[in-house]
């Protein structure tokens, strides 16, 4: 039998997506993953006015950890949990009980699966179950389905839509950069970011100009 004509196997993950957490400090997380164990930042989401009432904008940026897995966090503008953060490794245990599903959820894990038709056939396994899907999402990148497993834990099955671009990991970077900057500050906001993600092109974009043969600094305006 040729190999495109063989049945599917019933278990079609192929490994993990990524795994996502919520952030308390954008900063030193960027340090401690990018700069300290040197995974790369690959692709962001800035997320203005997403979601129902009383979920903030947001940031969702991910590193490449190797073999296609990525590890990824959401950082949320404005909003803080009651309580002191600073112990680490405490902060979660320390949420109030009123805590939004959005933040709960921001703790999750990805797997990924091949093409359209094997995320639909979890989504007739899911809604023939007793763990129906709850919402189902085109992404930028990503098709993704939700459902929350019997422990309570969300649990996402995606399928990759294209390639993630150079270009993309680029703007990755320069968001994640401005991101730093800006929470490293006494208001942090999206419209600060989005601020100081535009002054961080101009910067790089003279910086890569003064480098190119015939460079002189009276060009600097149509930089």
């Known amino acids: 039998m040729p190999q495109d004509e063989l049945p599917r196997p019933v278990h079609r993950v192929r490994g993990v997506d990524h795994a996502a957490f919520p952030t308390f400090d954008p900063g030193a ?72 599903d959005f933040f709960k959820n921001s703790r999750h894990i990805a797997l990924n699966v091949a093409d359209e038709e094997d995320l639909m056939e979890y989504r007739r396994r899911l809604d023939e179950s007793d763990w129906p899907v709850e919402m189902q999402v085109m992404h930028e990148t990503i098709e993704s389905i939700y459902t929350h497993d019997p422990n309570g834990y969300m649990l996402e099955i995606t399928r990759q839509l294209r390639p993630v671009t150079p270009q993309e990991d ?13 929470t490293a500050g006494d208001a942090p906001s999206m419209d600060a970011l989005l601020t100081r993600k535009a002054e ?21 305006e149509l930089v």
């Open 29 to 100: 997380t960027v340090r401690f993953y990018r700069d300290v164990l040197k995974f790369p930042v690959v692709h962001s989401i800035c997320a203005a006015g997403w979601g129902p009432e009383r979920h903030p904008d947001f940031i969702h940026f991910f590193f490449d950890i190797g073999n296609d897995d990525r590890l990824a966090f959401f950082y949320y503008f404005g909003w803080t949990p009651a309580g002191d953060q600073s112990a680490p490794g405490d902060a979660w245990a320390r949420l109030p009980h009123d805590t939004p």
């Open 200 to 220: 961080l092109i101009v910067e790089r974009a003279e910086a890569w100009a003064a480098t190119q043969p015939g460079w002189h600094p009276s060009q600097r």
């Open 170 to 182: 680029l703007d990755a970077q320069l968001t994640i950069d401005a991101l730093c900057d800006v």
